[in-house]
T-cell receptor, first 117, second 110 residues
Framework: DTGVSQDPRHKITKRGQNVTFRCDPISEHNRLYWYRQTLGQGPEFLTYFQNEAQLEKSRLLSDRFSAERPKGSFSTLEIQRTEQGDSAMYLC???????????????FGQGTRLTVV | QKEVEQDPGPLSVPEGAIVSLNCTYSNSAFQYFMWYRQYSRKGPELLMYTYSSGNKEDGRFTAQVDKSSKYISLFIRDSQPSDSATYLCAMRAAGNKLTFGGGTRVLVKP
């Protein structure tokens, strides 16, 4: 396992279409995060999973966004009825946290670049 | 006002010079501080991680945290053209959400 893997790397879609992105975390990592990064800005937190449970969602995650991690392994992020303002890099990260045994910090994937035209 | 402020640069230095980067923050709950490097159109790569005030050194990189001033720094010694990238500071409280600065673009000229 060489790191966090994201698919696709690039996606161009028409406004109003739905898109889905996939993230495969580092295999032993139990925490998975989604961030969004627009040009010239730092990543902004969207949501986070501990195993299959979605434990925190940012107010940036509107009703059009949904994330799942059904078996506590890979995760998907779906955007419905895309808008031009959704154009950004969507980053996935993972980390390991075990009770009483410390944690690693987040390791990021290469991102999925979404362009809404 | 953003929770984490970082000068966007660009910061241009000659090869071999020391690169000095910094961030200020306003949330006193932040306890863990990280620096990430991001090449163009790539994901952020974790460079340094520190907890509590003080210095941490790793090869050519030194991270400093001054919690009393809410100020963190990253120094890169003997800079190389391959160090040309955007450097992002990030921090978190006891929870899991990272809050990032906007990033500083660094250009090391041969």
């Amino acid at each position: 396992d060489t790191g966090v893997s994201q698919d696709p790397r690039h996606k161009i879609t028409k406004r109003g279409q739905n898109v889905t992105f996939r993230c495969d975390p580092i295999s032993e990592h139990n925490r998975l995060y989604w961030y969004r990064q627009t040009l010239g800005q730092g990543p902004e937190f969207l949501t986070y999973f501990q195993n299959e449970a979605q434990l925190e969602k940012s107010r940036l995650l509107s009703d059009r966004f949904s994330a799942e991690r059904p078996k506590g392994s890979f995760s998907t992020l779906e955007i419905q009825r895309t808008e031009q303002g959704d154009s950004a890099m969507y980053l996935c990260a993972s980390s390991l946290a075990l009770m009483g045994q410390g944690r690693t910090e987040a390791f990021f994937g290469q991102g999925t670049r979404l362009t809404v035209v | 006002q953003k929770e984490v402020e970082q000068d966007p640069g660009p910061l241009s230095v000659p090869e071999g010079a020391i690169v000095s980067l910094n961030c200020t923050y306003s949330n006193s709950a932040f306890q863990y501080f990280m620096w990430y490097r991001q090449y163009s159109r790539k994901g952020p790569e974790l460079l340094m991680y520190t907890y509590s005030s003080g210095n941490k050194e790793d090869g050519r990189f030194t991270a400093q945290v001054d919690k009393s001033s809410k100020y963190i720094s990253l120094f890169i010694r003997d800079s190389q053209p391959s160090d040309s990238a955007t450097y992002l500071c990030a921090m978190r409280a006891a929870g899991n959400k990272l809050t990032f600065g906007g990033g500083t673009r660094v250009l090391v000229k041969p």
